[in-house]
T-cell receptor, first 110, second 114 residues
Framework: QKEVEQNSGPLSVPEGAIASLNCTYS??????FFWYRQYSGKSPELIMS????GDKEDGRFTAQLNKASQYVSLLIRDSQPSDSATYLC??????????FGAGTTVTVRA | DAGVIQSPRHEVTEMGQEVTLRCKPI?????LFWYRQTMMRGLELLIY????????DSGMPEDRFSAKMPNASFSTLKIQPSEPRDSAVYFC????????????FGDGTRLSIL
């Protein structure tokens, strides 16, 4: 079983719509959760971090965490073509190593 | 502020040659990580250092891989001898502190072994 699972995608959304990305993790003791954005041929770029249950909003991005369900999500509101990228979910386990999901590729259609 | 700096950006070499990848972490960061990314396996942690000391190298695939951090501002990842299956993008990342701190990635080195 993979430590961090993401919806495989690809996810195609029209411009202006909401893109919803999901991630589940296996280590119940995990405390830190991150979303990275990776454009094709580029390096992962941190866009959100979340540590407590609930929602955290930053501009058009909202991260949601539910530790009981071992679930973290990312919502992108008012999606723009510049949001087209692969989004990586990363979770710090009890061994303090950062485990990455395989990524979900998002395409925003103009 | 300067981010994580990696060199070279691209490396093409023949099988059997020695390859050295270089990384300068963000100033003040005390953790440094080396990752490898491929389409098949995604992003894999190879090794990480804390205050220049290697802490966990369990992700290093074989003895052909070695990493050093002689000081707080420089690290190398070496592959000797290189093989075609080592072709990947290698990222260096650094962070200030550990579990709650995000890691910041360099631009990566795209390595092709012919």
């Amino acid at each position: 079983q993979k430590e961090v699972e993401q919806n495989s995608g690809p996810l195609s959304v029209p411009e202006g719509a909401i893109a919803s990305l999901n991630c589940t993790y296996s280590d119940r003791g995990s405390q830190s959760f991150f979303w990275y954005r990776q454009y094709s041929g580029k390096s992962p770029e941190l866009i959100m971090s979340i540590y407590s249950n609930g929602d955290k909003e930053d501009g058009r991005f909202t991260a949601q965490l539910n530790k009981a369900s071992q679930y973290v999500s990312l919502l992108i509101r008012d999606s723009q073509p510049s949001d087209s990228a692969t989004y990586l979910c990363a979770v710090n386990g009890q061994d303090y190593k950062l485990s990455f999901g395989a990524g979900t590729t998002v395409t925003v259609r103009a | 502020d300067a981010g994580v700096i990696q060199s070279p950006r691209h490396e093409v070499t023949e099988m059997g040659q020695e390859v050295t990848l270089r990384c300068k972490p963000i100033s003040g960061h005390d953790y440094l990580f080396w990752y490898r990314q491929t389409m098949m396996r995604g992003l894999e942690l190879l090794i990480y250092f804390n205050n220049n000391v290697p802490i966990d190298d369990s992700g290093m695939p074989e003895d052909r891989f070695s990493a050093k951090m002689p000081n707080a501002s420089f690290s190398t990842l070496k592959i000797q001898p290189s093989e075609p299956r080592d072709s990947a993008v290698y990222f260096c990342a650094s962070s200030l502190g550990w579990s709650n701190q995000p890691q910041h990635f360099g631009d990566g080195t795209r390595l092709s072994i012919l």
